[in-house]
């Protein structure tokens, strides 16, 4: 089924898009944010504190 699934992609030229949105987002000093170019701006914001 992988062969035949491999077969499909190769002769059939598909394109697979990858996304990577880039943005500017603007925080306060002090504040700890795991954030990335992948991820949606309040992404996990429960998680998010201020170092003192």
Same mark, same amino acid.
């Given at each position: 089924?992988?062969? #035949?699934?491999?077969?499909? !992609? ?12 880039? &943005?500017?987002?603007?925080? #306060?000093?002090?504040?700890? !944010? ?6 949606n ?5 429960? &998680?998010?504190?201020?170092e003192?």
């Amino acid at each position: 089924m992988f062969i #035949k699934l491999n077969d499909l !992609v190769v002769q059939d030229n598909y394109i697979l898009p990858e996304i990577n949105r880039r &943005n500017c987002i603007g925080l #306060k000093n002090g504040m700890v !944010v795991n954030k990335s170019g992948w991820d949606n701006d309040l992404w996990q914001i429960a &998680n998010w504190y201020r170092e003192t």
